[in-house]
């Protein structure tokens, strides 16, 4: 997902690689299946308005805006969703998405999502080569802040966290910033009054959703800021992230440079740089991202400063020492 039409894209509502500076990395695609929380949605005043797709293998031609669908609702029960009477505007980029898939940039008119969730469904036929269809969901609260992991309302505790944030002197702020409600890079009296002006009542709160349905993400390389470093797609980073990376070195017994290549698909999922190999940087990436997130109460990484450790002894048996051993030397020879 990324905030189009703001400033962190020139506010410019057109498809262009301008949207990659727009991007809300703090954020990452539900699907089907998992509880819905603050990484899911945005507090945008303009609301669900971007979604970038990145798709692997896919045919040369025929990809257009007719291979998704966009339906939009705020229930769990995802068959009381209603089509979204909207042709998105419809970009692609061939090679220049992660591992060299396809970029899919979507766009729909400003404040065409509000206070809803956005059901994107990548069909699956010959345009997409997909079996059978991804399905995947972006919610919009304006005006939220996260202030709360049980609800969504917009309060006047969120409009005082605002105001508590507003910045000055010319201080800017990145896109990750929850109190910069119209994403123009400042939090001023502007975002205060979005806040108070999207006041919610419990029966118009915007659902902590669990959308019914089984996940799909075959050849779905990327949803916007669905993170790189969670490289078993599960929503959160954590050290099984890092893990898996480790585990699949240990595994390339016939590679003795220390790194694996990427280009087979059923690997692309854990070359977290995207330089078309998978190697112990790709498993520094996942810890450094744990360890940058500490300080992010709204993120969707493993807060436990001994998560890694933790991980290590739960998710190994007898070969723990070894584990680690093998950690530490990946991690130095980067």
């Keep these: 997902m990324f905030y189009n039409n703001s400033d962190f894209d020139g506010n410019d509502s057109a498809a262009n690689t301008a949207d990659e500076g727009a991007i809300a990395s703090d954020k990452q695609a539900l699907l089907p299946g998992q509880n819905a929380s603050f990484a899911n949605y945005t507090s945008y005043s303009r609301g669900v ?12 031609s025929g990809l257009s805006a007719d291979d998704f669908t966009l339906r939009v609702g705020n229930d769990s029960d995802t068959s009381t969703f209603t089509d979204l009477e909207i042709v998105p505007g419809f970009s692609r980029r061939t090679g220049e998405g992660a591992n060299s898939s396809d970029r899919i940039t979507l ?43 049980d609800d969504t309302s917009v309060s006047n505790a969120d409009v ?57 993400f075959s050849s779905i390389v990327g949803v916007s800021a669905l993170q790189a470093t969670d490289t078993n797609a599960d929503g959160v980073v954590s050290a099984m992230d890092a893990l898996l990376v480790i585990n699949h070195l240990s595994g390339s017994t016939n590679n003795t440079s220390g ?8 690997w692309s999922h854990l070359d977290v740089d995207g330089n078309g190999h998978v190697t112990a940087l790709d498993a520094l990436m996942v810890i450094n991202e744990m360890n940058r997130s500490q300080t992010n109460p709204n993120s969707s990484v493993s807060q436990s400063p001994q998560a890694f450790d933790l991980a290590l002894r739960d998710l190994q048996s007898e070969d723990e020492e070894d584990d680690i051993q093998l950690l530490d030397s990946r991690l130095d020879s980067v």
């Design 49 to 60: 308005n971007g979604i970038i797709i990145d798709i692997a293998n896919l045919p040369a």
């Design 107 to 149: 766009t729909l008119p400003d404040k065409a999502v509000v206070g809803k969730w956005l059901q994107v469904t990548v069909k699956a036929n010959e345009n997409t080569a997909l079996e059978t269809p991804d399905v995947f969901y972006f919610g919009n609260a304006p005006g939220e802040v996260g202030n709360s992991t």
């Design 160 to 216: 005082l966290k605002i105001r508590l944030n507003r910045t000055a002197g010319g201080t800017t702020v990145d896109s990750t910033s929850p109190y910069d409600i119209n994403r123009d890079q400042i939090v001023s009296n502007a975002d205060v009054l979005l806040a108070r002006l999207g006041r919610t009542t419990s029966e118009a709160e915007l659902k902590l959703i669990t959308p019914s349905g089984a996940s799909n």
């Design 259 to 266: 790194e694996e290549t990427a280009s087979q698909e059923k």
